[in-house]
């Protein structure tokens, strides 16, 4: 049944992208053939497509690999990056409205404020 396997799978390229029905459909041609036994195809048919979701989870990971190294290589800052970014503006916004707070109840001088003390360097 190997080499059934083996002739089943290189029916055509891209096997990992064919839908259920085209794997059905190929194996059907294999029994009128007599390449399958009637009893071995729905077993065969399962294989190819338990077959092809691995062939399809390898691709994906592969991509989502080489995804994140060029994002890597580009410098491009990952989510938890950002996220930590923009928690760290937030603290320092909250800081900054506390100061702007403080500073406007103190009754801070400005470079244009007149009620500046003479500094005496008259």
């Known amino acids: 049944m190997s080499d059934l ?3 089943a799978i290189s029916l055509g390229v891209g096997l990992t992208v064919v839908s259920k029905e ?4 190929a194996v059907d041609e ?5 390449e399958v036994a009637p009893s071995e195809s729905r077993a065969l048919v399962d294989r190819l ?3 092809g979701e691995e062939e ?3 691709f994906k990971t592969a991509v989502q690999e080489q995804v994140q190294r060029v994002l890597k290589e580009l410098d491009v800052p990952v989510k938890s990056d ?14 900054l409205a506390e ?9 801070t001088y400005s470079a244009s404020d007149d009620r500046l003390p003479d500094s005496g360097a008259d």
């Not at 085209?22 to 459909?25: L, M």
């Not at 294999?30 to 007599?34: A, W």
């Not at 100061?99 to 009754?107: A, P």
Request: glycine letters at 8%.
């Open 5 to 7: 396997f083996k002739k």
């Open 56 to 58: 399809r989870s390898a």
């Open 99 to 107: 100061l702007e707070g403080i500073s406007r109840l103190e009754g």
């Open 49 to 51: 497509i338990e077959r």
């Open 30 to 34: 294999l029994v009128k053939r007599g």
């Open 22 to 25: 085209k794997i059905e459909k």
């Open 82 to 95: 950002v996220a930590a970014l923009e928690e760290r503006i937030a603290v320092l916004e909250r800081r």
